[in-house]
């Protein structure tokens, strides 16, 4: 049987993970399933959707854990970087990937838009605009 809850919003972009990222994002999810439930299965059901490939293959354009991202939404033109919820800080534009919008953010690509849901069940939508992978080339 067909889940219907996908008719009732726009389907989601395809999105791409480095096998890096898949795995240690996999192991976060894991790790706060408990405290964290609804974040856990929205980042998993990220990386199931997401097309793995290698970290050295990994395009420059896609957004992936340390990223810059310029992105356009309903409240504005923000820059952010997408970190790891330890390194997180809302004054410095650093967003946790245990976020909903960190996790709406993962694996896409400049000029791609996605709708994601925010803590106070409000729908949004936004639209990246650049991403620089400086600091995720490790």
Wanted: cysteine-free.
């Amino acid at each position: 049987m067909a889940n219907s809850k996908s008719t009732l919003h726009h389907a989601k972009p395809k999105i791409v993970v480095s096998d890096v990222d898949e795995k240690r994002l996999s192991g976060l999810a894991s790790a706060v399933a408990d405290r964290m439930p609804e974040l856990a299965d929205e980042l998993l059901g990220e990386l199931d959707r997401a097309k793995i490939v290698s970290q050295r293959t990994m395009p420059a354009n896609v957004v992936q854990m340390g990223s810059a991202v310029e992105y356009a939404a309903d409240d504005g033109q923000r820059r952010v970087t997408l970190v790891y919820p330890g390194e997180a800080d809302i004054a410095q534009g650093k967003i946790s990937i245990l976020t909903p919008i960190g996790t709406a953010l993962i694996g896409l690509t400049e000029g791609q838009s996605i709708e994601w849901t925010a803590r106070d069940e409000r729908r949004h939508r936004l639209t990246v605009l650049n991403v620089r992978n400086d600091a995720a080339a490790e």
